[in-house]
Structure formats: C-alpha cells, structure tokens
C-alpha cells in the first residue's frame, strides 16, 4: 500500500504563535509532496510542493514566509504555519505518490488548524 | 479558477438509487481521478481514468471520460447512507499536480 500519515489531526493554537504540521509517507519514500488548504464548503487549493533537498515551490498568492515548508528527508514534510492569524485557520492536507504506482496520489487525513 | 468544475453542487438521493456527478476540466490532461472525502476527513483515492481510456469500473462505480468534451462523471450504481460524502475530481497537471474541481455533496438518506 501507500499510507501517508499527517500530524496532528487538529491544532487549536493562539494568534501569533506558529504551529508545525507533519506529513509522512509511511511504507514508501516519496521525493515530492504537495500541500494543500482547504476553506470550509470548498476544494483543495494547492499551495506548495514540497521536495526533498531542495526548496519548496509555492503557487501564486502563497507567501512563503508564512508558510515554510521543509522536506528533509524522503518521507517526511513540515508544514509550519508562522504568526499564525485568525484567517490561516483552515484545513491542511498533504499528499505524495509512491513511485510507479497509477492509482493517485495518496492524501493524509488533515489538520483541522484554528486559531484563536 | 480551480481546473475542474463539477455539478451538481449538491445531490441529495434516496438509498438504492443512482447518483451522477460530472466533471469539467480546461486543458489536456493524462489523467483524471476522483476522490471522496468524508466531512472534515482527508482524501480517499476512488479511481483514476487515463486519457486514452473511456469508461472504467470499480464496484459501484463507474466513471467515464470523454476528452473531446473535457468531461468525466462518476456514476455510484444502488447507493447507501454511508456514501454521504463530498466527491471531487482532479486533474494532474505538471509536475505532479493536482487540481481539483469543486466537488459534489452527496447525501443519501436512508
């Protein structure tokens, strides 16, 4: 299989401080991870790919400085949301793909972030 | 904008009953996949449809793809209460990524 495990589930933090989310890729080693938010009622918006060794790529509109994000080794990425506002709260989601496999990619289950 | 569009929004069925949701994307693609996720919960992959491939099946569901019309729907044949769900489509577009339409709430009642 392909587990990707993401920690913490949920994270009630206060405005200002940072919060760290995990993403591990349990049974494989995934070189590429990607990182997405997703607002109540909405889709997924993709926000950075993560890649191992090198620095993240972030799409348009996503600050980097708030939202860093290292891949420092082939089965883990952080997530680490900085001086976290009221507005960051949302649901983060990673996923990776295991190589050679054409079923998708695999998510991890979230981190429900609010901040108060 | 998000690369793929779905509709419904919001599907509401009796169990036992069919439901069909459809997807629209803007540009080429190798392949499109469709996800549920359960409220508040990540991503459950359902099944991916390459391009050059039509229709395909996997228990109660059944997608098609028509790349002339940039469009894919998935159908879930005899539906039950614990398919409630959100269900999105995605598009994997360069290097790796995924864009995901909008997505269809499906509520089942019992």
């Known amino acids: 299989g392909a587990v990707v495990s993401q920690h913490p589930s949920w994270v009630i933090c206060k405005s200002g401080t940072s919060v760290k989310i995990e993403c591990r890729s349990l049974d494989f080693q995934a070189t590429t991870m990607f990182w997405y938010r997703q607002f109540p009622k909405q889709s997924l918006m993709l926000m950075a790919t993560s890649n191992e060794g090198s620095k993240a790529t972030y799409e348009q509109g996503v600050e980097k400085d708030k939202f860093l994000i290292n891949h420092a080794s082939l089965t883990l990425s952080t997530l680490t949301v900085t001086s976290a506002h009221p507005e960051d709260s949302s649901f983060y989601i990673c996923s990776a793909r295991k190589t050679g496999v054409n079923y998708g990619y695999t998510f991890g289950s979230g981190t429900r972030l609010t901040v108060v | 904008s998000q690369q793929g569009e779905e509709d419904p929004q919001a599907l509401s069925i009796q169990e036992g009953e069919n439901a069909t949701m459809n997807c629209s994307y803007k540009?080429?693609?190798?392949?499109l996949q469709w996800y549920r996720q359960n409220s508040g919960r990540g991503l459950v992959h359902l099944i991916l449809?390459?391009?050059?491939?039509r229709e395909k099946h996997s228990g109660r569901l059944r997608v098609t793809l028509d790349t002339s019309k940039k469009s894919s729907s998935l159908l879930i044949t005899a539906s039950r209460a614990a398919d409630t769900a959100s269900y999105f489509c995605?598009?994997?577009?360069?290097?790796?990524?995924?864009?995901f339409g909008d997505g269809t709430t499906l509520t089942v009642k019992p």
């Open positions: 449809i390459r391009s050059n491939e």
């Open positions: 995605a598009t994997l577009i360069d290097a790796g990524k995924s864009t």
């Open positions: 540009t080429s693609i190798n392949n």
